[in-house]
């Protein structure tokens, strides 16, 4: 039962990530508003595959809550019934939380594709928090982190409703990406304090102080960075997905500030990566916060002297969120392992 709760709290976390990585899809092709009603999509479990399905249509039976876009709005059905030969306004009533009434077959289609990757790893937590309670007699904690697991993702199915709402406002989607973050690290938690890795009996009170030092500025490195983020939203709105090479010209102060404080993050993670191998220490998942801190670098520098070519953009939120999650894993596991050598120590 054990391993398979660890197993579980895995393929949740793959599966968050999945999500981080279709969300910042859907944010660069502009797909954010494919589909403009929440949970459904234009009221259908199915979305619409072309525009015409959104036409009124004679003599067709409707059902409660579909959308037909009528005159530049959205209509949605009060009840269902079947239509006559003429259109009557008594039957609908017009979305009001927002005025976005377009169609594109992409755009939706990749919006419910995140969406259906949502609602996967929403199960797969679901599974998680079941199966903690195995553990309610030994480490009551897994049980508490499992439910809060679960809660995180209710509101942020919640947040992902009020973002479709407001028509992608720029402090919402910076919400909803900062819960997801949350979530991730409720889980790399629950993973770190369910491994069965051996403790290290070197003194690493050193190696922890630098962990978190470079886990603090990547903290702050991200949240430049989601600043940075939503200045380039609002110049894609200004100038179209088709000219990239306006998004950051002229770049903003912050731009620079999150381009030059990228060096500092790098040294101390180069230091840090250098006094583990120094020491002789078994945290092979630092060898993938430096390829991840790697690749995180050469994306951003793509980005700005390539004009952002395409896939960069996203890629490089899903490796800071990895970054995120491979440093918490990292000082997690250091924390758990000298709490058990101390305990062990206690026992002797």
């Not at 876009?69 to 949605?76: C, G, T, Y």
């Not at 480490?139 to 407001?166: E, H, P």
């Not at 993973?191 to 050193?206: F, G, P, Q, V």
């Not at 630098?210 to 500025?217: C, H, K, T």
Request: net charge positive; aromatic share 14%; glycine share 6%.
């Amino acid at each position: 039962m054990k391993k398979r709760f660890r197993f579980w709290v895995g393929v949740s976390l793959v599966l968050v990530y999945i999500v981080i990585a279709a969300g910042a899809i859907v944010r660069v092709t502009g797909s954010g508003m494919g589909c403009p009603d929440w949970p459904k999509c234009f009221g259908y479990l199915i979305p619409p595959t072309e525009r015409g399905q959104l036409d009124w249509i004679s003599e067709h039976n409707y059902k409660t809550g579909e959308v037909i876009i009528v005159n530049e709005s959205l209509q949605v059905a009060k009840k269902d019934f079947t239509s006559t030969n003429k259109y009557s306004e008594s039957n609908w009533e017009t979305y009001t939380k927002h005025h976005y009434a377009h169609f594109n077959a992409f755009h939706t289609w990749v919006e419910f594709i995140n969406r259906l990757a949502g609602a996967l790893s929403g199960i797969a937590t679901l599974i998680v928090g079941i199966l903690s309670f195995s553990y309610w007699k030994q480490k009551k904690r897994i049980v508490i982190f499992s439910v809060l697991v679960n809660l995180g993702m209710g509101f942020q199915a919640w947040l992902g409703k009020t973002v479709v709402d407001s028509n992608l406002l720029p402090t919402k989607i910076s919400l909803h990406m900062i819960m997801a973050l949350l979530i991730v690290a409720f889980l790399v938690y629950l993973y770190a304090l369910t491994s069965s890795d051996e403790s290290e009996n070197t003194d690493t009170s050193k190696i922890k102080k630098l962990g978190i030092i470079a886990f603090v500025l990547t903290l702050i490195q991200i949240g430049i960075g989601t600043q940075v983020r939503q200045f380039i939203d609002i110049q894609i709105d200004f100038h179209g997905m088709e000219q990239a090479v306006k998004w950051l010209n002229p770049a903003p102060i912050k731009f620079y500030v999150h381009r030059s404080f990228s060096l500092i993050v790098v040294l101390i993670n180069t230091y840090l990566f250098y006094s583990i191998r120094k020491m002789n220490l078994r945290f092979p998942v630092y060898n993938w916060v430096i390829l991840i801190l790697g690749a995180e670098v050469l994306t951003g520098i793509l980005m700005y002297y390539f004009d952002f070519p395409i896939a960069t953009q996203p890629l490089h939120l899903l490796l800071a969120s990895l970054l995120f999650g491979g440093q918490l894993y990292f000082l997690f596991q250091l924390s758990i392992q000298n709490l058990n050598t101390h305990s062990h120590d206690l026992q002797i």
